[in-house]
């Protein structure tokens, strides 16, 4: 190999290299305003649709007297009901489910507790939806990965950011990741972690 061709390959390799090393943000240019304000109008039209979307449900870890408890949080007509699955990993026995059972027919049969079931629920609906209105200008965003229409966006807490608000600062306070699809404007995951 002569000494021309030589430099050419090193040169070569070391663009390459170089490629390779920079941050995503550095090569993609990329506007992280424009990326808050895309997120922000996902959240307005999920916000907009939610009067008009079904139940839903989702899994939820936490610590009770000390014992850690997976369970199914389940949305109904009469407010939201827990479904216990494991309790510090261990799965519940058909004894233990059938108990479980049991105790929700009593609850849905005291009318006083269906009452405080649904009050409480409203009350759920206003705070999260106060919540999730704020995430856009609470956290800021990286560049986003795009795929196809849909956008993988990370965010973390803004620096310098303190809302006096409880509720709020859970939100400032907020790292994760949201994916959102840009044809059809719609949240498609939101995946976080939050310190206060």
């Known amino acids: 190999m002569s000494g021309g061709s030589r430099r050419s390959f090193s040169m070569g390799m070391l663009i390459f290299a170089a490629c390779c090393l920079l941050p995503k943000q550095a090569l993609s240019q990329c506007a992280t305003g424009n990326v808050a304000e895309i997120v922000g109008k996902v959240v307005q039209h999920e916000l907009n649709l939610a009067p008009t979307q079904g139940r839903w449900m989702y899994l939820a870890s936490y610590v009770e007297g000390g014992v850690r408890i997976t369970a199914r949080r389940i949305q109904t007509e009469d407010g939201i009901l827990t479904w216990v699955l494991s309790r510090d990993g261990r799965l519940l026995s058909q004894t233990e489910i059938e108990k479980q059972r049991q105790h929700l027919n009593d609850l849905l049969s005291d009318q006083s507790f269906l009452d405080a079931n649904r009050k409480a629920m409203r ?20 560049c986003p990965i795009q795929n196809g229409s849909v956008s993988t966006i990370h965010f973390e807490p803004k620096p310098g950011y303190s809302p006096w608000n409880v509720e709020k600062r859970i939100i400032a306070g907020m790292s994760g990741t949201i994916q959102v699809d840009l044809k059809q404007m719609r949240m498609k995951r939101l995946s976080s972690t939050t310190r206060i």
């Open 123 to 142: 009350d759920d609906a206003v705070h999260i939806n106060t919540l999730f209105a704020d995430l856009p200008q609470s956290v800021q965003f990286d």
